[in-house]
């Protein structure tokens, strides 16, 4: 149940980014965090009391309430919204593999330094595979027409952003959760940076939060994404974790640009080049052995 879990999670993350690739034309990056992380917090406690694990918010000491609170923030009010960013500069193929690939890696990396876990010399490899792949895929984008070429690096300076930002919360996460459930520390991560990402939304643009509810379609699709993949497939995710481990899981994981790849071609009408493909191919297979 644990490797369903795990493929289901990356699928869902693949349809919803790019369904948030085509919204970002029509929704700025700090309204889309916003709405969805808030639809996802208001179906949270029905989840938390079915789940059976409200009786651990009481008992969790307050460094694991903190860590919590602070792996939410890092991941959705800053990373998810830069990653909307990322996707609206570079398009799904480009954006999501590099920052799944950046992701993986650091998260890995920061395991060996941070939390102790051995480091073999095949992962070694691994990192070099995800280098190439990643050189593969940039060096395919490159463009004569330089307003085109600073959007670009824009994207990719926003995806080691949220690389970093993604793997310290995880980090965080995996080494502050304590006894927590999955569903417990969902809990608390998610309206966090529900909080953390209206503040900062009404704050700077709060027009911007009302545009999607002027059409229903519009609206119904952030629904839809943050019912999908923030709330079920983060909760899939970490129960994935616990069920298959969090080796065997990643590995799942890292075939979510693979994913990716044709639903973007398919509704978005990206184009298709070898030197993405090959790219994307490669980037998957220096994950597997990065995590393996």
């Not at 950046?102 to 280098?131: C, D, K, M, P, R």
């Not at 670009?152 to 959760?177: C, K, P």
Request: proline share 3%; charged share 10%.
């Amino acid at each position: 149940m644990g490797e369903a879990a795990a493929l289901i999670a990356a699928f869902t993350w693949s349809a919803t980014s790019v369904a948030m690739a085509s919204l970002s034309s029509r929704t700025t990056p700090v309204a889309m965090s916003a709405l969805r992380l808030s639809i996802a917090t208001l179906l949270l406690p029905i989840v938390l009391l079915v789940s059976g694990e409200a009786g651990q918010l009481g008992d969790a000491p307050l460094s694991v309430i903190v860590a919590m609170i602070g792996s939410g923030l890092l991941a959705y009010t800053v990373g998810d919204t830069l990653y909307i960013a990322a996707l609206a500069e570079l398009g799904v193929q480009r954006a999501f593999t590099l920052t799944m690939a950046g992701f993986i890696a650091l998260t890995v990396a920061g395991g060996v330094v941070l939390l102790g876990e051995s480091l073999h010399w095949y992962q070694g490899i691994g990192a070099l595979f995800v280098a190439g792949g990643i050189y593969l895929i940039v060096r395919s984008r490159s463009s004569s027409d330089a307003k085109r070429a600073r959007a670009d690096w824009l994207g990719y300076g926003l995806i080691a952003v949220v690389a970093v930002f993604w793997a310290a919360a995880t980090l965080w996460l995996a080494g502050q959760r304590g006894d927590l459930g999955s569903v417990a520390a969902s809990a608390i991560r998610t309206p966090a940076g529900t909080a953390g990402m209206l503040a900062f939304a009404l704050a700077t643009a709060p027009r911007d939060l009302v545009v999607p509810f002027r059409t229903f379609n519009h609206i119904a699709a952030i629904t839809v994404i943050g019912v999908v993949s923030t709330l079920f497939g983060s909760l899939l995710y970490v129960y994935a974790v616990g069920e298959a481990g969090a080796a065997r899981t990643t590995i799942l994981n890292a075939a979510s640009p693979m994913m990716a790849l044709p639903l973007s071609i398919i509704f978005l009408k990206e184009p298709f080049t070898r030197a993405v493909a090959i790219g994307t191919g490669v980037c998957v297979a220096g994950v597997v052995l990065v995590v393996l």
